[in-house]
């Protein structure tokens, strides 16, 4: 199949994404986590930069690699064996075949498959891995990469198998795999052969050179991917938490001096000041004077603490991730400038790894943290004179109705096993591959697990939502003179929009399901919080 030129990748039909929305430019300059969220998110397509420097480079790269190969050099994973396997001679004749035989191989992921966002988020961060000009690959290799994503050409790609190191090898053949024509792809909402997909657009199945199929595979996209829709929800989930203990103070009563910025100016994390200072801004107006309690219990007082290691946690999670989804992370680095190839471990997910394990910590703190508010709500000895478990029913029918009770105890559960999956992946080195891979990072796994947590948490989120403006709407019952300032009242009724009052006992999983899914996109308090973080 000939070349086309860089400048055609993505021109063609974008099937699913918006085709209006600026396109994102992959190749000579750096790619930001929101600029991976939008591809994955279907919100931007992707277009190869149109620098002649970064281009020429491209090519350089792999015409370079051609020479080396043809001056009779050896180079790991081209003409020799892959892992443990590079001391065997691959003869020149078997070199074009290599490719296709590691991603056969390795076609034994399994598990549930990654989702559509999930699957994009891999490629961006794969495409743009390549796209820094160290890996030897063709400009035709990114730019189908660049088709898959434009054209929702989506790679089943299991998500168990990854040990982190040597890379993401086995859920990155499936891309590999899609390229070449094989396996199954996800294309115009059915299950498809890739062949027949790139027939249909009009193109070729890539034939890989010799180096494109350990390039496309030995590195660390999937948990990076991951790790960038991880960053995406952890940053939303923090505001949202922010917001839910604002609005917890006015259902319980409680005190909005708890929030003074003066208490963040002497104890100056970062983090925490930024949390105190949007529950302050939401509680703006109210009356500090005390109600029923001079200090307000931790959950409430204290919530800013919890919030702000988060928060703090996020500078440095975006640090890690963003420098790992701007490297070049394959084995062997091809550097043509210098006409050398370099043999070394950048494969390693060791602080995608790092950053997940301690994100997930972060992030079921957060759980914890709104699990113990919705307790003191629906607890008639702790909500400061609310009905029991927040019912909204008259009295002559209260004693069959139960409110939120049984929500308080689902919350409980997710946020129990959200506990659960705090423990490290990284620690849990594994050596496999006949001890050549004998020290790995589990980085993927870290991902994965941080996402769970993360899916757990947004349950206990959104249950905690329709409780709190549930309590808030029974205070105001109660008093109706009871001061809500602004932004709790609008952001009330938003949520009152999809789930009315609870005056009588229903089932409120449809709910509680609609809301979870707005909070992991991200969308539920648009406009919210835009912290440096953000």
């Not at 590999?176 to 657009?201: K, N």
């Not at 890690?320 to 989804?325: H, P, T, W, Y």
């Not at 069959?400 to 990284?426: D, Y």
């Amino acid at each position: 199949m000939a070349e086309h030129d860089l400048s055609e990748a993505g021109t063609n039909t974008q099937a699913g994404v918006n085709r209006h929305a600026a396109a994102v430019v992959i190749g000579a300059r750096k790619l930001t986590i929101e600029e991976v969220v939008a591809i994955a998110r279907q919100r931007a397509p992707v277009a190869l930069s149109a620098d002649p420097a970064w281009r020429a480079r491209i090519q350089r790269g792999a015409e370079f690699l051609r020479r080396h190969l043809a001056a009779g050099a050896t180079v790991y994973g081209v003409n020799t064996g892959y892992g443990d396997a590079c001391v065997v001679d691959v003869p020149m004749e078997l070199v074009e075949a290599l490719p296709l035989q590691l991603m056969r191989y390795h076609g034994c992921g399994m598990g549930q498959y990654l989702d559509d966002a999930q699957t994009l988020a891999v490629i961006a961060a794969r495409l743009n891995s390549l796209a820094y000009g160290f890996s030897g690959v063709r400009p035709v290799l990114l730019e189908r990469l660049a088709d898959l994503i434009n054209h929702r050409v989506l790679p089943r790609i299991p998500a168990e198998g990854s040990v982190g190191a040597s890379g993401d090898l086995t859920p990155l053949s499936y891309v590999a795999a899609a390229l070449a024509g094989e396996r199954d792809v996800q294309f115009d909402g059915a299950l498809r052969d890739a062949r027949d997909v790139w027939t249909e657009l009009g193109l070729a199945p890539l034939t890989l050179a010799p180096k494109e199929g350990l390039a496309l595979m030995n590195g660390t996209a999937v948990m990076t991917g991951l790790a960038c829709l991880a960053f995406a929800r952890a940053n939303h989930l923090t505001r949202l938490v922010a917001r839910l203990t604002a609005l917890s103070t006015v259902a319980l009563d409680g005190r909005a001096a708890h929030f003074d910025a003066t208490l963040f100016e002497v104890k100056p994390h970062a983090g925490q000041a930024e949390a105190a200072a949007w529950i302050r801004d939401d509680l703006r107006g109210r009356d500090d004077t005390p109600g029923h309690r001079l200090q307000d219990r931790y959950s409430i007082r204290c919530a800013p603490h919890v919030i702000g290691v988060a928060r703090d946690a996020l500078t440095w999670v975006r640090r890690d991730v963003e420098n790992e989804l701007n490297s070049a992370n394959d084995n062997p680095l091809i550097d043509p400038d210098n006409g050398r190839v370099l043999h070394g471990g950048n494969f390693y997910g060791g602080h995608i790894a790092f950053a997940m394990d301690a994100l997930k910590v972060a992030i079921a703190n957060l759980a914890d943290l709104m699990d113990r508010q919705l307790a003191l709500l629906v607890d008639v000895n702790f909500n400061n004179g609310l009905p029991r478990n927040l019912s909204g029913a008259e009295a002559a029918r209260a004693a069959i109705n139960h409110g939120f009770k049984a929500v308080q105890i689902s919350s409980s559960a997710w946020t129990a096993e959200a506990l659960k999956n705090t423990m490290p992946a990284s620690v849990f080195s594994r050596s496999t591959e006949s001890h050549n891979q004998d020290k790995v990072s589990m980085g993927t796994i870290a991902a994965r697990d941080c996402l769970r947590v993360l899916e757990l948490t947004e349950q206990v989120a959104a249950a905690h939502t329709l409780a709190t403006v549930q309590a808030a709407r029974l205070r105001l019952r109660t008093d109706g003179t009871t001061p809500v300032p602004a932004p709790l009242r609008r952001f009330i009724d938003e949520v009152g929009a999809v789930s009315p009052f609870v005056a009588e006992d229903r089932a409120l999983e449809s709910e509680l399901r609609a809301l979870t899914a707005r909070i992991a996109a991200g969308d539920l308090l648009d406009g919210y919080g835009q912290g440096a973080n953000a």
